[in-house]
């Protein structure tokens, strides 16, 4: 089971990773945040397997707020915008779902997850 929280200032794009989530079964989507800093202290108490983040939004760019966590968990940036993609990759980022997301997409995405976690988890035992 992925454990996973979601960041985007948009509540209806929120409301669309819940519904995908719910479709997921690896996936638990612990929590949804509309402001970086919320979601920053939930992550300093409670380390998440996984964060789907937007990029642009009011208060912080989701490139810098991801650099700025301290135990990074994995990331798939969700956007609107294509120009940020060499940004998410140089942070490692697991996938780069371009707004509208399809579930089909987001499903190949969280695959991606969870197989890059079970790799990582079978390095640790």
């Given at each position: 089971m992925i454990n996973c929280i979601a960041l985007d200032d948009e509540p209806i794009a929120l409301e669309i990773i819940k519904v995908y989530c719910e479709k997921t079964p690896s996936l638990n989507l612990v929590k949804v945040f509309t402001q970086a800093s919320k979601a920053k202290k939930y992550l300093r108490k409670y380390p998440v397997d996984l964060l789907f983040l937007d990029i642009q939004m009011p208060d912080v760019n989701g490139v810098d707020f991801y650099k700025?966590?301290?135990?990074?968990?994995?990331?798939?940036?969700?956007?609107?915008?294509?120009?940020?993609?060499?940004?998410?990759?140089?942070?490692?980022?697991?996938?780069?779902?371009?707004?509208?997301?399809?579930?089909?997409?987001?499903?190949?995405?969280?695959?991606?997850?969870?197989?890059?976690?079970?790799?990582?988890?079978?390095?640790?035992?």
């Open positions: 700025s966590i301290v135990r990074k968990p994995l990331v798939i940036f969700t956007t609107a915008h294509l120009k940020y993609a060499v940004e998410a990759f140089e942070v490692s980022a697991i996938d780069y779902l371009i707004k509208p997301i399809n579930l089909e997409r987001f499903t190949e995405a969280c695959t991606k997850a969870l197989n890059t976690l079970n790799t990582k988890r079978n390095h640790h035992s």
